[in-house]
């Protein structure tokens, strides 16, 4: 049974900070509807009981931010739920402003020393209505860590525009990304203002010297992505492969010459 809430309760902010990510939906007034996972570690953030944010990392859409800057939109909700533990939904909704990187609103909640990779803006949101639900139809999943893979991409990026001067904008740098990626929706909405034109020197958090994270099997990410090759398991599988195609050979050429005979 949902509860309903004009605020976010005391009592559901440990439970919040837990919480290893959280979903995003938003649409178009005349167009698609948006839903977008968010991770990353100290992404989220309340402010007070009707207000949070979150930063907002470089991706190859911005279905988000054109949404929030539609004339007559801005509507928008998170959701949260519990993968372990007891079962739990948490929705938040309410209406998002967009501040970009290298506006002063941004540097308020985002200064340098703080940004994360690829961050391109800040996501304010006044929150106008909270519900609790069961959440008993949500699987358990274990947490093993956080990928690093968006980070280190936006970091490839950023180096190049860190060896030219903020002024300048090289065309496989991360402002040049923005440009081309990021300036509108694909219904054509319009989405960044000014941060692929902004000339600040880009910095960042990200360690490129720390390792990959670990996954489940004890590999590391960059490994996730590679297709196993020569594994028994593969043998196996490619040797039952031919015998199944074999005999279905065997099978066919038998019942055209059976039916030869009639």
Known sequence: MAIFYDEIPDKFLEWLARQ????????????????????TSDCFHIM????????????SGIETISHMRESGNGRITIMFHAFEGAPRILRMWGTGTVHEFGTPEYDALIPPE????????????????????????????????????????????????????PTEKVPNGIKAWWTAE???????????????????????????????????????????TKPPCGSGDGKLFDVKLLAAFSLGVVVTAACARFATRF
Not at 20 to 39: C, D, E, I, R
Not at 52 to 59: N, R
Request: aromatic share 10%; with cysteine; net charge positive.
């Open 182 to 224: 990021n300036t509108s929706s694909f219904d054509g909405l319009p989405a960044l203002r000014s941060a692929h034109e902004v000339s600040i020197t880009l910095k960042n958090t990200y360690d490129r010297n720390a390792p990959w994270p670990k996954g489940q099997d004890g590999s590391s990410a960059s490994q996730q």
């Open 114 to 165: 703080k940004r994360k990779a690829g961050s391109r803006a800040a996501i304010v949101i006044d929150v106008h209505k909270v519900a609790t639900s069961c959440g008993f139809g949500v699987p358990q999943y274990k947490y093993v860590g956080q990928r690093s893979q968006l980070e280190r991409w936006c970091d490839n990026l950023e180096k190049f525009d860190r060896e030219v001067p």
């Open 20 to 39: 290893q990510m959280f979903w995003v939906a938003t649409a178009a007034l005349n167009g698609h509807v948006n839903l977008s996972p968010k991770g």
């Open 48 to 59: 007070n009981k009707n207000q949070v944010w979150y930063e907002d990392l470089t991706g």
